[in-house]
Antibody
């Protein structure tokens, strides 16, 4: 059973940067075959897709939501079974719990989520 | 507003059937998924491809689809099924979500 653990959340000032991590374990397949998504949920609001990084076979292609394009960067280290979300130029509206999600192409039953890490952007 | 529309809450008595609909134009072309989130816990996938159940998910959970609406059905709901249920789907690179339905079983 795939397990995901996010870490690195905390308080950051507007305009600042923060890096959060997603550590994966429990694979019966190779982590490098997975696609890692980041999804966030602001307090009292709905879920919003932040972006994703594709598998090694897909060239680790990235895509981002419009509200974070150009400010957030997703990367991964397949040797460490981890993914990173680097957030720059943070705004108050980026305050949210950030979740990582793992899927595998053609294995639609694999759709694991972490518990989330809270990022608060405030002065 | 959300890309997918769900009722904000559903309440049933233990043993009754709970139905949670989710509607949106993307569902006419793309599969839906459902996850359950309980306070302080990671979301858990309970339905994928509109109506398929991952291993380990009880048989009382089922999904169906018709046009632009998918429905999660819990047949014989139990107290431990309480929580927030979200439908979601892929729209290109993006994921779109419903606003979530709080299921109460009491």
């Amino acid at each position: 059973e795939v397990q995901l653990v996010e870490s690195g959340g905390g308080l950051v000032q507007p305009g600042g940067s923060l890096k959060i991590s997603c550590a994966a374990s429990g694979f019966v397949f190779s982590f490098s075959d997975s696609t890692i998504h980041w999804v966030r949920q602001a307090p009292g609001r709905g879920l919003e897709w932040v972006g994703r990084i594709g598998s090694k076979g897909g060239g680790h292609a990235t895509a981002y939501g419009a509200s974070v394009q150009g400010r957030f960067t997703i990367s991964r280290d397949d040797s460490q079974n981890t993914a990173l979300l680097v957030m720059d130029s943070l705004k108050g509206e980026d305050t949210a719990t950030y979740y990582c999600r793992c899927t595998v192409l053609k294995k639609n039953w694999i759709d694991a989520w972490g518990q989330g890490t809270l990022v608060t952007v405030s002065s | 507003s959300y890309d997918l529309t769900q009722p904000s809450s559903v309440s049933v008595s233990p043993g009754q059937t709970a139905k949670i609909p989710c509607s949106g134009d993307v569902l006419a072309k793309k599969y839906a998924r459902w996850f359950l989130q309980k306070p302080g816990q990671a979301p858990i996938l309970i339905i994928y491809n509109d109506d398929e159940r991952p291993s380990g998910i009880p048989e009382r959970f089922s999904g169906s689809s018709s046009g632009t609406t998918v429905t999660l059905t819990i047949s014989g709901a139990q107290v431990e099924d309480e929580g927030d249920y979200y439908c979601y789907s892929a729209a290109g690179d993006n994921l779109v979500f419903g606003g979530g339905t709080r299921l109460t079983v009491l």
